[in-house]
């Protein structure tokens, strides 16, 4: 079992940057990679980006290409989701967890309830 603590959530403006962390401990175990997800009041937690624990691969949802970046050191036991040109649309809290299927599904379609060990996610708000 993993535990993850995010970190880093403000209050920013729109066009703005923030960088969150996501610190790990535990043993891995057959996961396949560490990913980041983001839940707005009323709605389902989705998927933002995710990447493998080699930090080789990385995958992300159409809405943050091209802003975001996730980024993992292993030596820091931490991985990063550096977030650029925020909107009003990415207000959210955000989560990191540990992918339970052991692969990254091939027509990524990436569901919540994939992954699991949530720390207790980090609150970003952009005002416009």
């Known amino acids: 079992q993993m535990q993850l603590v995010e970190s880093g959530g403000a209050s920013v403006q729109a066009g703005g940057s923030l960088r969150l962390s996501c610190a790990f401990s535990g043993r891995r175990f057959t996961s396949y990679a560490l990913g980041w997800f983001r839940q707005a009041p009323g709605k389902d937690r989705e998927f933002v980006a995710a990447?493998?624990?080699?930090?080789?691969?990385?995958y992300y949802a159409d809405s943050v290409k091209a802003r975001f970046t996730i980024s993992m050191d292993n030596a820091k036991n931490t991985s990063y989701l550096q977030m650029n040109n925020l909107k009003p649309e990415d207000t959210a809290r955000y989560y990191c967890?540990?992918?339970?299927?052991?692969?990254?599904?091939?027509?990524?379609?990436?569901?919540?309830?994939?992954?699991?060990?949530w720390g207790q996610g980090t609150q970003v708000t952009v005002s416009s």
């Open positions: 990447i493998s624990w080699s930090g080789i691969s990385t």
């Open positions: 967890g540990v992918d339970r299927l052991g692969y990254f599904p091939s027509n990524g379609i990436v569901s919540s309830s994939d992954y699991g060990s």
